[in-house]
């Protein structure tokens, strides 16, 4: 089991930047993805970002590419999220989830482990 904590959500101006920290504790020897979903008011989650164990596979959702940014330390078990150029549409809780295994993924029903969320949000 892999327990998740997020941090670093935040009120931030539209243009601005904000970085999101995920860190994983329990049984983190194994080999796990790391991926970042986000709820907005009155929507479904959405995926945002996730990464693999190695970190050489990376997949964006269409709305942050080139805005967003996901990074892993695997000695640290932490996931970063580095959020530029954001905009109000990216207001929404974000979570952090987890699944083992080598591969990424980007459906919710994929990751068992998943964080309290951090809210995010974008004014303009």
């Known amino acids: 089991q892999v327990l998740l904590v997020e941090s670093g959500g935040g009120l931030v101006q539209a243009g601005g930047s904000l970085r999101l920290s995920c860190a994983a504790s329990?049984?983190?020897?194994?080999?796990?993805?790391m991926g970042w979903f986000r709820r907005a008011p009155e929507k479904e989650r959405e995926f945002v970002t996730t990464?693999?164990?190695?970190?050489?596979?990376?997949y964006y959702a269409d709305s942050v590419k080139g805005r967003f940014t996901i990074s892993r330390d695997n000695a640290k078990n932490t996931v970063h999220l580095q959020m530029n150029s954001l905009k109000p549409e990216d207001t929404a809780v974000y979570y952090c989830?987890?699944?083992?295994?080598?591969?990424?993924?980007?459906?919710?029903?994929?990751?068992?482990?998943w964080g309290q969320g951090t809210q995010v949000t974008v004014s303009s």
């Open positions: 989830a987890a699944a083992y295994g080598t591969s990424g993924y980007i459906r919710p029903y994929q990751y068992p482990y």
């Open positions: 329990g049984r983190t020897q194994s080999a796990y993805a």
């Open positions: 990464i693999t164990w190695s970190g050489g596979s990376i």
